[in-house]
């Protein structure tokens, strides 16, 4: 079982940047791939980042590349978005999640390959 609570949303200009945190209950932390998806408005959640248990996979949406990086922190139960170049497209609700079973071998780009979610924390971004 996982337990997981972001932080670090907030209100900022275009241009500006974030960094959200998860922090994540258990002692197998490190065995999860672990994900941030976004849902923005009447849109539908999108996958944004994530990352596999052993840091060496990465995965990034098209509309996050290069501006978003994603990373984690295993001794700290920490997985971290930093979010650069911020624009108003960006404007979510932001989660984090971990993948439904621990030592996966693939990192999934979408929402049925994660068994355990966030709360969500709001991502503002004016123009």
């Known amino acids: 079982q996982v337990q997981l609570e972001e932080s670090g949303g907030g209100l900022v200009q275009a241009g500006g940047s974030l960094r959200l945190s998860c922090a994540a209950s258990g002692r197998t932390f490190s065995s999860y791939i672990m994900g941030w998806f976004r849902q923005a408005p009447g849109k539908e959640r999108e996958f944004v980042a994530a990352?596999?248990?052993?840091?060496?996979?990465?995965r990034y949406a098209d509309s996050v590349k290069d501006r978003f990086t994603i990373s984690r922190d295993n001794a700290k139960n920490t997985v971290y978005l930093q979010m650069n170049s911020l624009n108003p497209a960006d404007t979510a609700v932001y989660y984090c999640?971990?993948?439904?079973?621990?030592?996966?071998?693939?990192?999934?780009?979408?929402?049925?390959?994660?068994?355990?979610w966030g709360q969500g924390t709001q991502v503002t971004v004016s123009s």
């Open positions: 999640a971990a993948a439904t079973r621990p030592f996966e071998s693939t990192v999934g780009v979408t929402s049925d390959r994660y068994g355990y």
């Open positions: 990352i596999s248990w052993s840091r060496i996979t990465t």
